[in-house]
T-cell receptor, first 117, second 114 residues
């Protein structure tokens, strides 16, 4: 597609439950990024993929968070045993980056608002 | 390490007035710089990008930004504000390393008064 599609738009979970978010990148884009936007508008980088391979996971919490990008499937971000502090908007972005050229912009989806009760 | 500072969490202008949103960056190597706009309950939309081809960059919706290396700045301007410009604006930097991740400023909310 021509847009980054994120589902669901809203997700409500009780503390301790699992949350799974999905992202379909723009067709032809080989890089996918996940960011977390918390209430103070701060964007935190979580993880990026080059096709189905993890490219940079330096922002991922070591525990509870995992992500995948499998061929012919939407990418996913999963949070196990959610905590109140996980409440945020999670954005996915894709880019047609070429190795060694980081000047291509990232195209963002509309985000998934995760509320942990 | 790279960082971005946006001065002013809120900027209020009258309709038709000049818009100036400030962004300063810190980078040990020439950066790639971006301005994004976020409308309520939406994702980020690219306004413009600086990739070293030209210091004055024109973007969508009448916005432009000038890269000033001596001031490490990349301020966003628009000559005449429109009510539809009211939104949150984010400056971001991406390094020329192999990471490609964006590092964002804290955002500036633009309010446009009728």
């Amino acid at each position: 597609g021509e847009e980054v599609a994120q589902t669901p738009k809203h997700l409500v979970r009780g503390e301790g439950q699992k949350a799974k978010l999905y992202c379909a990148p723009i067709k032809g884009h080989s890089y996918v990024f996940w960011y977390q936007q918390v209430l103070k508008n701060e964007f935190k980088f979580l993880i990026s993929f080059q096709n189905e391979n993890v490219f940079d996971e330096t922002g991922m919490p070591k525990e509870r968070f995992s992500a995948k990008c499998l061929p012919n499937s939407p990418c996913s971000l999963e949070i196990q045993a959610t905590k109140l502090e996980d409440s945020a908007v999670y954005f996915c972005a894709s880019s047609p980056l070429q190795t060694g050229r980081s000047n291509q912009p990232q195209h963002f989806g509309d985000g998934t608002r995760l509320s942990i009760l | 390490a790279q960082s971005v500072t946006q001065l002013g969490s809120h900027v209020s202008v009258s309709e038709g007035a000049l818009v100036l949103l400030r962004c300063n960056y810190s980078s040990s190597v020439p950066p790639y710089l971006f301005w994004y706009v976020q409308y309520p309950n939406q994702g980020l939309q690219l306004l413009l990008k600086y990739t070293s081809a030209a210091t004055l960059v024109k973007g969508i919706n009448g916005f432009e930004a000038e890269f000033k290396k001596s001031e490490t700045s990349f301020h966003l301007t628009k000559p005449s504000a429109h009510m539809s410009d009211a939104a949150e604006y984010f400056c971001a930097v991406s390094g020329r390393d192999s990471s490609y991740k964006l590092i964002f400023g804290s955002g500036t909310r633009l309010l446009v008064r009728p």
